[in-house]
C-alpha cells in the first residue's frame, strides 16, 4: 500500500511539473496561448484535491499539498481572472491550514488563510454586482451577496471559511476582528444556498462560532447544538471532524462530559473506510479525538 501511494504521490508531482513547464514554453507572444495550457491543466486540479482529501497518509498528504501550492500559483500567474482556480487555492490553503498548521505554526496558518481568503476575494469582487462585498456598509453587502447563486457556493464558502479561519487566529488585531462580520455574512449566505454543502460546512461554521465564545461575547449553547447535530447528520456521522468540532465547541462549553465523552468514542470507534472521498480528514479527526480525550480532565 505504501509503494502504490508513494508512485501516485510521484506521478502527481510529475504531471504537476509537466504542466508548469508548458506554461513557461508557450510562446512569450502569446498570451493567449499560455491561458489556453492553464485553462486546460486547471481542469485537473480538483481531481488532485481530491486525490488528497483521500489520502489516508498523513505525511504523504502534507508533501504532496506543497507541489499543488506551486502549481495552482503558478496557473495564476498565466491565467489571473479563472475564478475556478482562485476558487481551488481558497480550498486549498484552508484546508491545509486548518489540518497542519492551527495547532503547532499558528502565524503559517494565518498567511495561509489570509492567502486563501485573497484569491477568493479577487474571484468575487470580479463578478459583477460585488462592488458592496467590501467597500460597502453591511446592508451593501448583503445587496451583493444575495446575487450569489448556487454555482458561486464553492468560491463564497471557501472564501469565508479562510477569511473566520484568519480571524481566529488574529484575535489580538482589532482590524482583523473588525472582519468578522463581513466573514459571518458570507458564511450565512452559504448556509442560505445550501446547508450540507461539504458536509454540512456552513454549519459547522456556525456551531463554532456559537460555540467557541462566552455568551459575553455572543456565544450561544442552544444554537451552537442546533447547527452542529444538522452539520453530523448532513454525512450521516460519517464526516468525524464534524462531531470532534461538536465535542470541542459545543460539549465544553455546555460542560456536557457525557456528550463529549460519546462523541469522542464514536470517532475512535469509527470503521476505516467511512468516507473514503474524505479520509484525510477522517483520519486527522481520530488524532485529534485521541487529544481532546487526554485533556478531558482539564476541559471539564
Known sequence: MRAGRLWHNRGMRRALLLSAAL?????????????????????????FLAALNAETDIVQAREAAATLFVMIEGLLRADSANADLRRAAAQAYGSFAFAFLE???????????????????????????????????????????????EED?????????????????????????????????????ALALDPAFFHGGPDLFFGVYYGGRSRLLGG????????FERAVAASGGRFLMAKVLMARYH??????????DRLLKEV????????????????????????????????F
Open 103 to 149: 495547532e503547532k505554526e499558528p502565524a503559517r496558518a494565518r498567511a495561509f488563510y489570509k492567502r486563501g481568503r485573497d484569491h477568493g476575494l479577487a474571484a468575487l469582487e470580479a463578478m459583477p454586482g460585488m462592488g458592496g462585498l467590501l467597500a460597502g456598509d453591511a446592508a451593501a453587502q448583503r445587496e451583493a451577496l444575495a446575487r450569489l447563486r
Open 220 to 227: 450561544d449553547p442552544a444554537k451552537a447544538k442546533i447547527h
Open 153 to 189: 457556493l464553492p468560491l463564497l464558502f471557501w472564501t469565508a471559511y479562510c477569511w473566520s479561519g484568519l480571524v481566529n487566529l488574529s484575535r489580538s488585531d482589532p482590524d482583523a476582528l473588525a472582519d468578522l462580520p463581513r466573514a459571518e455574512a458570507m458564511m450565512a449566505r
Open 251 to 260: 460539549a465544553v462549553q455546555a460542560q456536557d462530559r457525557a456528550l463529549f
Open 23 to 47: 506554461i513557461l514554453l508557450a510562446p512569450l507572444a502569446g498570451c493567449t496561448a499560455r491561458q489556453t495550457v492553464a485553462r486546460a491543466t486547471g481542469t485537473v486540479v480538483d481531481d
Open 268 to 299: 475512535e470507534s469509527a470503521p476505516a473506510g467511512l468516507l473514503p472521498e474524505e479520509a484525510l480528514a477522517n483520519v486527522l479527526a481520530r488524532e485529534r479525538a485521541r487529544t481532546l480525550m487526554k485533556q478531558a480532565e482539564e476541559l
